[in-house]
């Protein structure tokens, strides 16, 4: 037997190594080439005069020319290597190459793997549901005579077979052939999307959600779930009011802070006081649901970590989904900021930005600054409350801001990131430049908290505290780098300052760092499913009122055991040191 040098040896080992990252390189641009035959064809949309016009004809005026009809759904087994290699050989749909057949058709794929296994295995099968549609400008090319298509659309997903109908998975699907009557019984679905976990919600108007039966049950994985659009007949306006004061010249903020949500029920961490049996979200939910009750806000403010990265991988939709869901089932307007866990599940920063400016009743914005690598941060933006008499006349600002995640410099400033000057001299500009009417009660929400959160000591009275109601259990984790936001913050008028990340800290500190003083405020850790502990913290909801008429802001909190009682009651402006009523 010959015996290769060392030297040779290696040089073989390297050639081996290349060659099979290179085979699975060129067979990875390979396939999406071919996935590019059918997923995300390019479509021209005609115009949309023409194709309104035709719309009107036929008595479909309430349609959008961009609207669609699903005609097709099928899945795609796949073996995949970690992150990087993705590789689909069976594909299953119930009608065959309709989207080469229809230069009409496009077709989608639900990016969402049924298996659970991409992402957390190093190996494995995945499995992904995919649809055609067929828009509904196209259909003007056809004339009256739409059944030269000799197509079909997608009228109903049922457990139990009817008529003809398809099994799909262990479900069963309802085709009609597509035809102006059709169109106009409006019975069509338009849109299909998959959830995740037997607590999963779509509040999304139009919208319906097969929860009396899984779409797939594997092992590791969460049931899944279809869901998906009819087009209705009537649209429902679900943008949201102007945010104005109350007849009584009042303005409630209902702040939830570090909800921990994820995919599934999951079980309760550090649940205090213990219960035999306790799941995570639905708790969470009814908390929620107890506390909007109880308050009847006029705003919602999520101020980070809604969403449990470690637990959301499969989906981060169906996270986000859960917690704005009982926010959007009352009609409350909200806004929200993120965390350092919101992006580590399936979703990054950006796309949960999307997804979260499009939902119903959302106040979030992005700005010009926005950037996907989150270097200035992803949703920094403003509102104000107007006042009842006048509707262009603002009564309070409100700041939000992204507060990162880690430190990038770690060696330096370990620990967590920080809000970075560039945020603070948009926000500057924006307060100074685009705000037409200045107020005097103001307010800023982001999740990590400023380092001038660790002023318990007076800066300005040696050997004195600073005035501080409510709990403060753990370590500030503030960042170790300050850029200098409390001075910004101060020079805009700001208020109160109100975060959340530290779970068992609920205290509202009055620090003397700056002149006009600004309260520095926890949310409380509202979500089962993080930390507690430090003795046993009961998880708690923070409450805010701006007061137009009396020029205060007061605040409360509720407990998760006792959401009926408040404690804490502050008046936090009428005076230098504060009162508890």
């Known amino acids: 037997m010959i015996r290769l040098p060392k030297l040779y040896q290696r040089l073989l080992l390297y050639f081996a190594i290349f060659g099979v990252i290179a085979f699975f390189y060129y067979d990875h641009l390979r396939a999406s080439k071919i996935q590019q035959r059918f997923i995300g064809k390019d479509y021209v949309t005609p115009s949309a005069p023409s194709a309104e016009q035709w719309l009107r004809n036929n008595d479909l005026e309430d349609f959008s020319y961009s609207d669609k009809l699903v005609i097709n759904i099928g899945y795609d087994e796949c073996f995949h290597i970690g992150r990087f290699y993705e590789r689909c050989f069976n594909r299953f749909e119930l009608k065959s190459r309709l989207a080469s057949e229809n230069s009409h058709v496009v077709r989608k794929r639900i990016h969402k793997d049924l298996r659970n296994s991409f992402g957390r295995r190093w190996f494995g099968k995945s499995e992904y549901v995919y649809y055609d549609v067929l828009h509904l400008a196209s259909l003007q090319y056809f004339g009256p ?19 003809d109908s398809l099994q799909f998975k262990d479900v069963f699907v309802m085709f009609k052939p597509v035809g102006i009557e059709l169109l106009q019984n409006r019975s069509f679905i338009s849109e299909i999307n998959v959830l995740f976990g037997a607590d999963c919600v779509n509040p999304i108007v139009n919208w319906t959600l097969q929860k009396n039966f899984p779409l797939t049950e594997y092992a590791y994985s969460e049931p899944a779930y279809l869901t998906y659009k009819f087009v209705g007949s009537h649209p429902v306006n679900t943008e949201p009011q102007r945010l104005q004061e109350t007849n009584e010249g009042k303005f409630k903020i209902v702040q939830l802070a570090d909800l921990h949500l994820g995919v599934g029920e999951s079980e309760c961490v550090d649940e205090f006081p213990k219960h035999e049996v306790c799941k995570a979200d639905p708790k969470t939910k009814t908390f929620i649901q107890q506390v909007l009750d109880i308050e009847k806000p006029q705003m919602v403010v999520f101020t980070g970590d809604q969403i449990m990265g470690d637990r959301s991988i499969q989906d981060s939709e169906t996270v986000l989904l859960k917690a704005v869901a009982p926010v959007i089932a009352r009609k409350i307007p909200w806004a929200m900021v993120w965390g350092n866990h919101d992006d580590e599940g399936s979703l990054t920063r950006w796309q949960l ?16 600054h926005d950037t996907q690598d989150n270097t200035f941060g992803v949703g920094n933006y403003v509102h104000q409350v107007f006042s009842k008499d006048d509707t262009e006349a603002p009564v309070s600002t409100l700041y939000f801001l992204d507060s990162h995640k880690y430190s990038t410099a770690g060696k330096i400033y370990p620990g967590y990131d920080w809000i ?35 002023n318990t000591a007076s800066k300005t009275h040696a050997g004195e505290k600073n005035p501080l109601i409510g709990t403060y259990k753990e370590g500030v984790t503030a960042p170790k780098y300050n850029s200098e936001g409390i001075a910004t913050l101060d020079r805009l008028g700001v208020d109160v300052i109100s975060c959340g990340h530290d779970h068992c800290n609920d205290y509202c500190l009055r620090d003397d760092s700056t002149p006009n003083r600004p309260w520095l405020c926890y949310g409380g850790g509202g979500g089962e499913g993080g930390y507690a502990g430090y003795g046993g913290t009961e998880r708690r909801i923070r409450i805010y009122e701006i007061d137009i008429s009396e020029d205060n802001i007061h605040t409360w909190k509720r407990l998760n055991g006792s959401p009926e009682n408040l404690f804490d009651y502050q008046s936090m402006l009428d005076s230098n040191s504060p009162e508890i009523a």
């Open 353 to 368: 930005s999307q997804l979260a400016s499009a939902l119903p009743y959302s106040l979030f914005k992005s700005n010009i």
């Open 420 to 454: 970075k000057e560039s945020q603070w001299k948009y926000i500057e500009e924006y307060h100074d430049k685009v705000l037409k009417s200045k107020t005097k009660l103001s307010m800023a929400f982001f999740h990590i908290p400023l380092p001038e959160y660790l």
């Open 145 to 163: 005579n739409l059944e030269r298509l000799n197509v079909e659309a997608i009228t109903e997903i049922s457990k139990v077979p009817k008529g």
